[in-house]
Every structure is written in structure tokens, then in C-alpha cells.
């Protein structure tokens, strides 16, 4: 077997733990609930006193300049960076700050950054199989044979990520879209309710970056989707609701018209 499966056999699937929801009342329909949450790294405050609701079901973009707090603000929600303070919920009555990342994980939420991260020399579809959701270790993965419902699953995912046609491709013969795309299929076979996507159209062609629009749009709905993301193009084609972050807080948020046209925004970002 070789060193990527080595290595994918090596991780363990934690449970996750959930908070007390005392909090619940607060979140109503909302699927994510931060408040007050501040992250110092050296005296600089990365979020400061930052406070967003993300709704059950609805897509999100996030934009702003660099420094904003764009990439902190995932890591407090994916668990990689712990705030000097506020609160973060999840689905109601998850703690996040009281959860490790793979518990963050396994508890719903999936992060895809910039960079496809894919096993090259598998193809897509055991690419989609070792992502797959499972009370089981990844040995025995790798050693059963598929379930109809697990092959329905998997050909669900491809055609929802349009690589039917490739299934039996290596995944490093992809196009840079395509393997992102890839990824994002593969967070979907983990059946996470909110899905966190970081600039997914960097170095992408014309044609796969209207792909990728059609794709996170079809997934709003059945999931939340939270795009960060500097090209305003794509953002306007995809856009219900934007929130520009600024110096680690809230600065403006609404419909894309509204924040195009604040005066604070195109100050701060827009007119750069």
C-alpha cells in the first residue's frame, strides 16, 4: 500500500463532544453563532470582539482586505485557533471552543482552503471513498467491499461535482479546477451541515470559475456554505448576503448592491 494510504489508514475518528445548549435559545435558525469572540497573537488582535450569525441553510460570502481576520475567523470555527474570548456555537447546542478539530469535524463542519489537498495517485473515486463518513476505521474501509448505499453515495457526489466522467482518473491528472472541485466532494462525503470555502476560484479558468458558481450555489440549501473570497465578480454571482470584515470586526454586511455601495467599505476595500 503506498505512503498516502499509509497515512490515510493512520487517522483515527474521535466522537464529538456537544455543550450544554444553553445558548440554544439564542441561535433560533441559525446553524453557526459567534459573539464576542477576540484572538490577540502578540498584542495585535486578529478578531476583535467579533460577533456573526450564519443561517441554516443559507450561502455567505465574507470579504474584506488582507488582515481583516478572514482566515482567523475559520480557524476559531474549525477549532485551530482558540480565542481569548467570546463564544462560538454550532447546530444549536455544540460548543466549538470546548471541541479538538477532528471533533469539529465529525460534528459538521467542513473546511476547504485555497490549495486542493487530494490524494494525486488515487483515483477520484477512491479519493470520494476514503472521505466518506464512516463509524469505522479506514482499514476496514480500504478492506470491504461498498455498500449500494455508499456507491449510491459516491455517485451522487460525482455528479454533483461533475466528474462522473472521471471516476477512474488519478486525481493528480485533474485540472486545477477539477481538483477542487474533487475536494469539495470529498467534504461532502462527510456530510458536514456547513461547509467553510476559502478562496475557491484563485487560478481557476473563466469557464470553471462559472462551474464553481453553479456548484456553491446548488449546494446552499441542504447545506450552509461560507465563501471567503476576494474576486468581486464571482462574489456578485453568487452573493445573497455579504459581510465585510475590517480590522477583526463587522463592518458592513448585507445584499452586495448595499455593500458595494457603502461609503466605509469603499474606503476600506473597494476603492483600494
Not at 462560538?88 to 490549495?115: C, H, M, W
Not at 471513498?129 to 463509524?135: F, G, H
Not at 485540472?175 to 462527510?190: A, D, R
Not at 473563466?206 to 440549501?221: P, Y
Request: with cysteine; proline share 4%; hydrophobic share 40%.
Amino acid at each position: 500500500m503506498n505512503t498516502e494510504l499509509r497515512q490515510a489508514a493512520s487517522v483515527e475518528t474521535p466522537r464529538p463532544a456537544v455543550a450544554a445548549a444553553s445558548t440554544a435559545d439564542l441561535l433560533h435558525g441559525a446553524i453557526l453563532y459567534l459573539q464576542g469572540i477576540t484572538v490577540s497573537f502578540d498584542g495585535f488582535r486578529a478578531l476583535d470582539n467579533l460577533s456573526l450569525t450564519i443561517e441554516r441553510g443559507e450561502l455567505r460570502c465574507i470579504i474584506g482586505p488582507n488582515g481583516a481576520g478572514k482566515s482567523t475567523m475559520m480557524d476559531v470555527v474549525t477549532g485551530k485557533t482558540r480565542p481569548d474570548a467570546g463564544t462560538a456555537y454550532f447546530d444549536r447546542n455544540v460548543d466549538l471552543l470546548t471541541l479538538s478539530e477532528p471533533e469539529i469535524a465529525l460534528a459538521g463542519i467542513g473546511r476547504k482552503f485555497q490549495k486542493p489537498t487530494v490524494f494525486e495517485r488515487q483515483p477520484v473515486l477512491v479519493n470520494l471513498e476514503l472521505a466518506m463518513k464512516a463509524n469505522k476505521g479506514v482499514w476496514s474501509t480500504l478492506l470491504a467491499t461498498l455498500r449500494g448505499e455508499e456507491r449510491d453515495r459516491i455517485d451522487s457526489v460525482l455528479e454533483t461535482i461533475g466528474l462522473e466522467t472521471l471516476r477512474d482518473a488519478p486525481a493528480g491528472a485533474l485540472s486545477h479546477g477539477q481538483k477542487q472541485w474533487l475536494e469539495i466532494g470529498m467534504l461532502l462525503m462527510q456530510e458536514p451541515q456547513l461547509l467553510l470555502v476559502d478562496e475557491p476560484v484563485a487560478g481557476m479558468t473563466h469557464q470553471e470559475t462559472d462551474r464553481t458558481a453553479e456548484l456553491l450555489v446548488s449546494l446552499a440549501g441542504s447545506h450552509s456554505v461560507v465563501v471567503v473570497e476576494h474576486d468581486m465578480e464571482f462574489v456578485r454571482s453568487i452573493a445573497r448576503k455579504v459581510t465585510v470584515l475590517h480590522e477583526g470586526r463587522v463592518l458592513a454586511e448585507g445584499a452586495m448592491d448595499d455593500v458595494q455601495n457603502n461609503p466605509k467599505v469603499v474606503e476600506v476595500y473597494l476603492g483600494s
